[in-house]
């Protein structure tokens, strides 16, 4: 059982090994994590150093241990909805493996010599760095040597795409280096000559060559010899293609294993079960930047927009450089429309770093909730061209491609989401609403319904589903109101699902069902707020269905709402009310379609 002390002493470590073998962004994730420990924890001495220093009477861990706080309220009726078997995995800061400290292989490579290949890593000079490690046999040579290698394979294979084909051109072009590397590892894995560092090598070269499983196998070997490697654990999540493939994976327990059980449930869109793996490692992460984002981002998935902007807004305070997860922010505030608030993050991140793809994407939603399409593609596009991968960007320059009504350009770039993530069910709705607009219904339902396999609780893709459904070349009206029912079922905020039901049963001739759903969307309207040509078909259909069915009084109060309403059926209501006041007089009412205009 690790106390936090040990957590602490393993992240200390793990940061000065990542640095040593150039894995910054590996180092940099263990050193948020090492500063988002509670701050309790800290040693009294250090306390009393500290204070004896600084005189101010709140440090800032305090201060974001208060942010912290200040919004658990908000999620702890999400645990509720939550299935107890995630907690499977041990309770974060429990270890029930003790994990041997790789040791220093100085006396096998030249201490010099890795200090020289080093310097020519960190200057982008991958193939000089490799080339100064040729005769080194330690571990820390053979690691750095083919990490060189794979990047100068990688850059060189990025240079024929935009000479061949432009920055954002498709093209065949591999890297190089990725049989000879895989040959080498191979053999260094057969021999046992190879540590978790050369295991998470030969994992990404099996991962770039399609052998997905022998991936998965080797990256498991990597993270269990050695797990504070932040980065093994990310490839291995995305070989995690389902949830029968997360579970399959022999994993020793670990602290680190929760951190990536957890971010596994979020990218498989298990938003619940995430929110309380990560709520179970703020027992000691309490501060941690990179749990509340993730958090965060599972709020904003489950559409809890209010919560998740309060938690976003907390990260800018306590980091306000920070441009890491505030692409989601962005996508939140623009959901939101809050234009004041994207205007000033589009601004805070511009300063801060502009040629983050993040930024850029963070730009071209500020561009867009402008309806500066243009300029919004531009930046996506800008975006693209410093990373190729970047998901959100061919995503959301697929939407802006379709409110220019350029839908070639807007298939290719939703295309190109999804050979990077075919788990992107935006890209898929995308295709669908693409398809849609070009009065192919078929192909629409297609891509609809594989976006709605993906994210089942989302109701506006069942809505999407139901409209091709009514759709004139397709008119299957049944399967529409099925749709109707999955999206009122999942929280449609927007009560179309209610509407659509309420005018199918009736244009199928289901009065009764037809003016159920009429007083329900009627209910929603007045809850919300709302009015307009919904309410006043509402009122008119639910008016002459009461006043068929005897019950007068009903009948007179929803005529007497829709008198409020200029139009015909105004005077419709005035007839009802005529043929209201006859039937209470002993007069026999004429049949209201009479009375119609």
Not at 13 to 40: F, H, N
Not at 78 to 86: N, T
Not at 246 to 271: G, P, Q, T, V
Request: proline content about 4%; hydrophobic content about 35%.
């Amino acid at each position: 059982m690790a106390s936090k002390e040990t957590c602490r002493s393993e992240l200390r470590t793990a940061i000065r090994q990542l640095g040593e073998r150039c894995l910054y962004s590996a180092s940099k994730w263990a050193a948020e994590q090492l500063m988002g420990m509670d701050p309790e924890t800290t040693t009294a001495a250090a306390a009393t150093a500290s204070s004896s220093k600084h005189h101010n009477p709140q440090s800032s861990s305090s201060t974001r241990l208060l942010h912290r706080e200040s919004s658990s309220f908000l999620r702890r009726r999400l645990r509720s909805a939550v299935d107890p078997s995630c907690s499977a995995t041990p309770v974060g800061g429990v270890s029930y493996v003790v994990t041997p400290v790789p040791a220093d292989d100085g006396d096998e490579t030249d201490p010099d010599c890795y200090l020289l290949a080093k310097a020519y890593f960190d200057c982008r000079e991958y193939r000089r760095a490799a080339h100064a490690l040729r005769d080194q046999t330690g571990q820390k040579a053979i690691f750095l040597r083919g990490y060189s290698l794979y990047l100068a394979g990688e850059k060189r294979k990025e240079e024929e795409v935009i000479e061949l084909e432009g920055p954002l051109g498709k093209s065949d072009s591999v890297n190089s280096e990725l049989v000879p590397l895989e040959r080498e590892l191979s053999a260094l894995r057969r021999s046992g000559a190879i540590d978790s560092f050369g295991l998470y090598l030969y994992g990404i070269v099996l991962r770039d060559k399609g052998c997905e499983s022998l991936a998965r196998t080797v990256l498991v070997e990597s993270v269990n010899s050695y797990p504070w490697n932040w980065n093994a654990w990310s490839e291995l999540q995305s070989l995690c293609s389902s949830l029968d493939v997360l579970n399959s994976l022999n994993i020793k327990d670990h602290w680190m294993k929760d951190f990536f059980i957890a971010s596994a449930y979020l990218e498989l869109r298990m938003y619940n079960e995430s929110v309380a793996k990560y709520e179970s490692l703020q027992g000691i992460f309490r501060c941690s930047d990179y749990i509340q984002a993730q958090i965060a981002t599972a709020l904003y998935s489950l559409r809890e927009f209010d919560e998740a902007e309060i938690m976003f807004e907390e990260l800018l305070r306590t980091d306000p450089f920070r441009v890491d997860s505030m692409d989601v922010y962005s996508n939140l505030l623009y959901a939101k429309e809050c234009f004041s608030a994207l205007s000033y993050l589009a601004h805070r991140v511009f300063l801060t770093d502009k040629y983050r793809p993040e930024s850029c994407c963070i730009i071209g939603n500020y561009y867009s909730l402008k309806g500066q399409h243009e300029k919004s593609v531009l930046y996506f596009r800008r975006a693209l061209k410093l990373n190729r991968k970047y998901l959100s960007a061919w995503t959301l320059m697929g939407h802006e491609y379709v409110e220019m009504k350029n839908t070639p350009s807007a298939i290719d770039a939703y295309r190109r989401a999804v050979d990077i993530n075919p788990r992107d069910y935006r890209a898929w709705y995308g295709l669908g609403q693409t398809y849609e607009m070009m009065g192919m219904p078929f192909y629409a339902l297609y891509y609809f319904r594989k976006s709605a396999y993906l994210q089942p609780s989302d109701a506006r893709l069942w809505i999407a589903i139901g409209q091709c459904y009514e759709s004139a070349p397709l008119q299957m009206h049944e399967e529409a109101i099925k749709c109707y029912m999955r999206a009122a079922n999942n929280n449609d905020r927007e009560g179309i699902a209610l509407h659509q039901l309420a005018k199918l049963h009736s244009l199928l001739g289901h009065i009764e069902q037809a003016a159920f759903y009429y007083k329900k969307d009627l209910e929603r309207m007045e809850a919300d707020e709302r009015e307009g040509p919904n309410m006043v078909e509402a009122l008119d259909f639910l008016a002459k269905y009461c006043k068929s069915e005897n019950r007068l009084e009903e009948a007179e109060m929803y005529c007497t709402r829709l008198l409020d309403y200029p139009g015909p059926e105004k005077e419709t209501a005035k007839n009802l009310l005529r043929g209201i006041r006859m039937a209470r007089s002993g007069f026999v009412a004429m049949d209201v379609e009479h009375f119609a205009p």
